[in-house]
């Protein structure tokens, strides 16, 4: 007995899903779905617009995309088995990799899971820092979306333009973090290290440096004609099968439906401040494009925000058996040198349970769901990537559209394969 | 008067317009400094290939900022990421598919050893696949320490040792650098 | 049918602090952290899911598996629910309620086989492909049961328990950097 819902069969009419094994679409003697008119069609893993080791396997009647397969796998790295390898405190350096383009909401899904089971309170400052972080890793990641989009659609500046905006935010981050990427710096507890002194004008020139370079976007894209005419109507999803297909962030909120985690379910403190969710109309690439580039500007709102009522504090929770001391404790204290010295090769035991916490990452809903059996290593770590579901619409996005659209739909969809493949 | 005086005199002593200088020499000359990448992100390491690529740390003006999406067309493939086992038989096919003289630098821990991930899913260096010519350290390597990598694969090239060093060892050059990122003086990289 | 209502986002009244066991459409639920998991069983997981996809929780958000097989013992499983091997996790979001839901399905070692949740949920596709590339449990009534992130031919499930790392023994060497 198999019950079945409307939008299943709906989904299913549409046949989209290229239902081939890669040995039966090398096999010669296997027919395929429609032998004259079709054929099996391979792009990637080794693409410029796959967007990182995708493959697709299209069923292409002419240029017309009829069916689609995303084959994913190319970058699977088993992380989630060496998170089990691994401390609480080296999880970090783990799940950051997942998601590479907006490193810092793996971390904070991760340290969130860890805090929720551990039963600690982070401290304000650091709340607030991890807030100020993750949105400039929000707008760097829809600069590289900018970036890439626009390379994809054949604005080639754009990739420069991009980059150059990118590159301030880094610099940022290298000064704070003391990494461009991957930094490992939200930690369970808190952060790793307080803000750099003069770290307010170091924000503020990036807040004033941002608002005219967006600006140069909106004329070099947004109005213009060859843009709208490659991205409106291309790549079309409706709510429905949008929430069907599990798929999260700007893919759908393009169709209308306003979920946004930092509203509907905040945490940190995002319900402290003002911002707008950006939300489409007609659910198709342009819709997708544009919400990304105001969300920028909804993140900048954000951090002036966060700016103003940093609070004084600590950065990290004064819990001895999960923070380490203070680098120079350690020469004072004897205390200090044990708990240092236990954090750092047996790590902290995190007592019994499972946990399951979601942020909203810039592609959507980012979770982190840990088992733990109250050793100082999780006994499962499952990260829920939001590009591995999102990457469910492309067969549906893709499909009725020529080749060169399915471009675009990709670069839409926007997914980073460190976070599908994990 | 030879191509060699050049940087020492310029055009000074040049008679009757013409240039004398060795065919090896030249070919050498032409080779580091046209060198074509072949798109190889695969991971976090490519996005700062991209960084490298874009206008604050410029690969163009090492002639290198023409990324070639068909291997025919590529000199040099950076592998810029993590191998896993389903992606390491297309690395060798795309290298395979590159035409002779090529190159291949492996960008970042991943690639050069696999990294922090000792585990099932990942080839241990990518040299077991390929021959590897210069090896970058980095988790990832800066935009400084690609460029570091780069020119000095160029200069290599460009003094012939990287052709010797392969002819010893059988497979690639194996050049170790070390990384020069995020340092606060001004950095000389490659081997000027 | 003693069932709870749509729960708020963050309950400020401690669930914990019930005594009296729950029960949600027949199958029991506890409470882990602030968070509501109920336990069906494997012949039951289909209509739950369906009961509660006309409750509000229209999306599903992630579908994994755990394997208990080096664990101690789980102490947080209803009084009658036998923990087997393998549990399949699926988290279930209702966007109207703001509300989220874990299910914990238990599938014994002899026999991982669960139905698909594909026919109410298309999302479940990739996830239960994952599940089945990584530990073996099949789900029955899939539409393309094949691996999904390791090379098709591959043999093992290697995020089983019984399934080593596959550490290569690294010897260091103090290396001078040449450069």
Same mark, same amino acid.
């Given at each position: 007995?198999?019950?079945?819902?409307?939008?299943?069969?709906?989904?299913?009419?549409?046949?989209?899903?290229?239902?081939?094994?890669?040995?039966?679409?090398?096999?010669?003697?296997?027919?395929?779905?429609?032998?004259?008119?079709?054929?099996?069609?391979?792009?990637?893993?080794?693409?410029?617009?796959?967007?990182?080791?995708?493959?697709?396997?299209?069923?292409?009647?002419?240029?017309?995309?009829?069916?689609?397969?995303?084959v994913i796998g190319?970058?699977?790295?088993?992380?989630?088995?060496?998170?089990?390898?691994?401390?609480?405190?080296?999880?970090?350096?783990?799940?950051?990799?997942?998601?590479?383009?907006?490193?810092?909401?793996?971390?904070?899904? +991760?340290?969130?899971?860890?805090?929720?089971?551990?039963?600690?309170?982070?401290?304000?400052?650091?709340?607030?820092?991890?807030?100020?972080?993750?949105?400039?890793?929000?707008?760097?990641?829809?600069?590289?979306?900018?970036?890439?989009?626009?390379?994809?659609?054949?604005?080639?500046?754009?990739?420069?333009?991009?980059?150059?905006?990118?590159?301030?935010?880094?610099?940022?981050?290298?000064?704070?973090?003391?990494?461009?990427?991957?930094?490992?710096?939200?930690?369970?507890?808190?952060?790793?290290?307080?803000?750099?002194?003069?770290?307010?004008?170091?924000?503020?020139?990036?807040?004033?440096?941002?608002?005219?370079?967006?600006?140069? +976007?909106?004329?070099?894209?947004?109005?213009?004609?060859?843009?709208?005419?490659?991205?409106?109507?291309?790549?079309?999803?409706?709510?429905?099968?949008?929430?069907?297909?599990?798929?999260?962030?700007?893919?759908?909120? /393009?169709?209308?439906?306003?979920?946004?985690?930092?509203?509907?379910?905040?945490?940190?403190?995002?319900?402290?401040?003002?911002?707008?969710?950006?939300?489409?109309?007609?659910?198709?690439?342009?819709?997708?494009?544009?919400?990304?580039?105001?969300?920028?500007?909804?993140?900048?709102?954000?951090?002036?925000?966060?700016?103003?009522?940093?609070?004084?504090?600590?950065?990290?929770?004064?819990?001895?058996?999960?923070?380490?001391?203070?680098?120079?404790?350690?020469?004072?204290?004897?205390?200090?040198?044990?708990?240092?010295?236990?954090?750092?090769?047996?790590?902290?035991?995190?007592?019994?349970?499972?946990?399951?916490?979601?942020?909203? /990452?810039?592609?959507?809903?980012?979770?982190?769901?840990?088992?733990?059996?109250?050793?100082?290593?999780? +006994?499962?770590?499952?990260?829920?990537?939001?590009?591995f579901?999102?990457?469910q619409?492309?067969?549906?996005?893709?499909?009725?559209?020529?080749?060169?659209?399915?471009?675009?739909?990709?670069?839409?969809?926007?997914?980073?394969?460190?976070?599908?493949?994990? | 008067?030879?191509?060699?005086?050049?940087?020492?005199?310029?055009?000074?002593?040049?008679?009757?317009?013409?240039?004398?200088?060795?065919?090896?020499?030249?070919?050498?000359?032409?080779?580091?400094?046209?060198?074509?990448?072949?798109?190889?992100?695969?991971?976090?390491?490519?996005?700062?290939?991209?960084?490298?690529?874009?206008?604050?740390?410029?690969?163009?003006?090492?002639?290198?900022?023409?990324?070639?999406?068909?291997?025919?067309?590529?000199?040099?493939?950076?592998? *810029?990421?993590?191998?896993?086992?389903?992606?390491?038989?297309?690395?060798?096919?795309?290298?395979?598919?590159?035409?002779?003289?090529?190159?291949?630098?492996?960008?970042?821990?991943?690639?050069?050893?696999?990294?922090?991930?000792?585990?099932?899913?990942?080839?241990?260096?990518?040299?077991?696949?390929?021959?590897?010519?210069?090896?970058?350290?980095?988790?990832?390597?800066?935009?400084?320490?690609?460029?570091?990598?780069?020119?000095?694969?160029?200069?290599?090239?460009?003094?012939?040792?990287?052709?010797?060093?392969? *002819?010893?060892?059988?497979?690639? *050059?194996?050049?170790?650098?070390?990384?020069?990122?995020?340092?606060?003086?001004?950095?000389?990289?490659?081997?000027? | 049918?003693?069932?709870?209502?749509?729960?708020?986002?963050?309950?400020?009244?401690?669930?914990?602090?019930?005594?009296?066991?729950?029960?949600?459409?027949?199958?029991?639920?506890?409470?882990?952290?602030?968070?509501?998991?109920?336990?069906?069983?494997?012949?039951?997981?289909?209509?739950?899911?369906?009961?509660?996809?006309?409750?509000?929780?229209?999306?599903?958000?992630?579908l994994?598996?755990?394997?208990?097989?080096?664990?101690?013992?789980?102490?947080?499983?209803?009084?009658?629910?036998?923990? !087997?091997?393998? !549990?399949?996790?699926?988290?279930?979001?209702?966007?109207?309620?703001?509300?989220?839901?874990?299910?914990?399905?238990?599938?014994?070692?002899?026999?991982?086989?669960?139905?698909t949740?594909t026919?109410?949920?298309?999302?479940a596709d990739a996830y239960e492909r994952e599940v089945w590339d990584l530990f073996?449990i099949r789900f029955?009534?899939h539409p393309d049961p094949s691996r999904i992130l390791l090379?098709?031919?591959?043999?093992?499930?290697?995020?089983?328990?019984?399934?080593?790392?596959?550490?290569?023994?690294?010897?260091?060497?103090?290396?001078?950097?040449?450069?």
């Open positions: 007995m198999s019950r079945t819902l409307p939008i299943v069969d709906h989904l299913a009419r549409r046949d989209a899903v290229l239902r081939m094994t890669e040995a039966e679409s090398i096999a010669p003697d296997v027919p395929g779905p429609d032998d004259d008119r079709t054929m099996i069609m391979n792009m990637g893993p080794q693409h410029p617009s796959t967007h990182g080791v995708l493959r697709l396997m299209l069923e292409l009647d002419g240029e017309e995309v009829v069916r689609s397969k995303p190319y970058l699977h790295t088993g992380m989630e088995k060496t998170g089990e390898q691994l401390s609480y405190l080296q999880g970090g350096t783990n799940v950051t990799r997942m998601d590479y383009a907006a490193p810092l909401f793996n971390e904070l899904a +991760y340290s969130l899971a860890v805090e929720e089971l551990l039963g600690i309170e982070v401290p304000e400052r650091a709340t607030w820092i991890r807030m100020l972080l993750t949105e400039l890793n929000r707008i760097s990641s829809h600069l590289l979306f900018l970036a890439t989009n626009g390379m994809d659609i054949g604005a080639v500046s754009m990739m420069i333009y991009g980059w150059r905006e990118r590159e301030e935010v880094l610099r940022f981050f290298e000064k704070v973090t003391g990494l461009r990427m991957n930094h490992n710096f939200i930690r369970p507890g808190g952060v790793a290290a307080d803000l750099t002194d003069g770290w307010r004008d170091d924000v503020q020139a990036l807040l004033d440096m941002l608002p005219p370079r967006l600006e140069e +976007y909106e004329i070099l894209m947004t109005g213009q004609p060859i843009w709208r005419e490659r991205l409106q109507g291309v790549g079309v999803i409706s709510p429905e099968e949008a929430i069907a297909l599990g798929a999260s962030g700007p893919i759908l909120r /393009s169709t209308g439906i306003a979920w946004d985690l930092r509203r509907e379910t905040p945490y940190l403190h995002y319900d402290q401040v003002e911002f707008d969710v950006i939300v489409g109309t007609y659910g198709d690439c342009f819709d997708r494009y544009a919400i990304r580039l105001n969300e920028i500007r909804e993140s900048m709102r954000i951090v002036a925000q966060v700016m103003e009522r940093m609070p004084a504090g600590d950065y990290r929770a004064q819990d001895k058996k999960v923070t380490p001391p203070p680098r120079a404790r350690i020469d004072e204290s004897m205390e200090a040198l044990i708990h240092h010295f236990k954090i750092f090769t047996e790590g902290f035991k995190v007592p019994e349970g499972e946990v399951y916490v979601a942020v909203e /990452s810039p592609r959507g809903e980012l979770g982190c769901y840990i088992v733990s059996d109250g050793s100082a290593t999780p +006994y499962r770590i499952h990260v829920r990537a939001p590009s579901a999102n990457l619409t492309l067969p549906y996005l893709m499909q009725g559209g020529f080749l060169a659209d399915g471009v675009a739909v990709i670069s839409s969809v926007d997914p980073i394969m460190g976070e599908v493949d994990r | 008067m030879g191509v060699r005086d050049l940087p020492e005199h310029g055009l000074e002593g040049l008679d009757h317009n013409v240039l004398t200088g060795r065919i090896e020499d030249l070919v050498r000359w032409s080779r580091a400094r046209s060198c074509w990448p072949a798109t190889f992100g695969l991971a976090c390491c490519a996005i700062e290939m991209m960084a490298t690529g874009a206008a604050h740390y410029d690969m163009a003006r090492f002639g290198m900022e023409v990324f070639r999406a068909s291997p025919r067309q590529a000199d040099l493939m950076i592998v *810029a990421g993590r191998v896993s086992q389903k992606m390491a038989p297309v690395l060798r096919q795309i290298y395979d598919q590159m035409m002779e003289p090529k190159w291949v630098i492996s960008m970042g821990v991943c690639a050069s050893s696999g990294g922090m991930f000792n585990n099932y899913a990942i080839v241990q260096g990518v040299d077991q696949v390929v021959p590897v010519d210069v090896y970058a350290p980095g988790c990832p390597p800066g935009p400084e320490t690609l460029l570091h990598a780069i020119l000095t694969l160029h200069h290599e090239i460009e003094t012939g040792e990287l052709l010797r060093r392969r *002819a010893e060892s059988g497979g690639g *050059a194996g050049i170790e650098i070390d990384q020069r990122d995020g340092q606060q003086a001004p950095l000389i990289i490659g081997r000027r | 049918m003693a069932d709870t209502e749509t729960p708020a986002a963050d309950e400020a009244d401690a669930p914990a602090a019930r005594h009296e066991p729950e029960v949600l459409h027949g199958v029991p639920v506890t409470w882990s952290r602030t968070q509501r998991v109920a336990h069906p069983a494997r012949t039951g997981l289909v209509e739950l899911v369906a009961t509660l996809h006309g409750e509000g929780y229209e999306q599903l958000v992630d994994t598996a755990v394997d208990y097989l080096v664990h101690h013992g789980r102490t947080d499983l209803p009084a009658d629910v036998v923990g !087997e091997r393998f !549990e399949v996790v699926v988290n279930l979001l209702s966007h109207a309620g703001r509300a989220r839901l874990r299910l914990r399905v238990q599938v014994p070692a002899d026999d991982p086989v669960v139905p949740l026919g109410l949920h298309p999302a073996g029955e009534g090379p098709e031919d591959w043999s093992g499930h290697p995020l089983r328990k019984d399934h080593a790392v596959g550490r290569v023994p690294v010897q260091f060497k103090g290396v001078a950097p040449s450069r």
